[in-house]
């Protein structure tokens, strides 16, 4: 005779994204010149100084992503 089988299968929904990545990018970018942009930081630490462009990373962002992102709003 024939044998059946029954598999039950049960699928997961995906696990949720944390509310809060815990990556962050900061970037280098050059001018037409090759002068390296920097920012001066508005908050502390070292609120006056001066830094590369950089933030955290929004869920769902690529790290490119969130470089070209930063780099914009500065």
């Known amino acids: 005779g024939t ?3 029954l598999f039950a299968i ?8 944390p509310k809060t990545p815990a990556l962050a990018a900061d970037c280098v ?3 037409a ?6 920012i001066r930081r508005g908050h502390p630490p070292f609120k006056g100084q001066y830094a590369i462009p950089g933030g955290f990373v929004e869920i769902g962002e690529t790290v490119e992503a969130a470089c070209r992102r930063e780099l914009m709003e500065e």
């Open 3 to 5: 044998v059946s089988f």
């Open 10 to 17: 049960r699928i997961r929904p995906p696990m949720p994204l």
């Open 29 to 31: 970018g050059f001018d």
């Open 33 to 38: 010149d090759n002068r390296v942009l920097l």
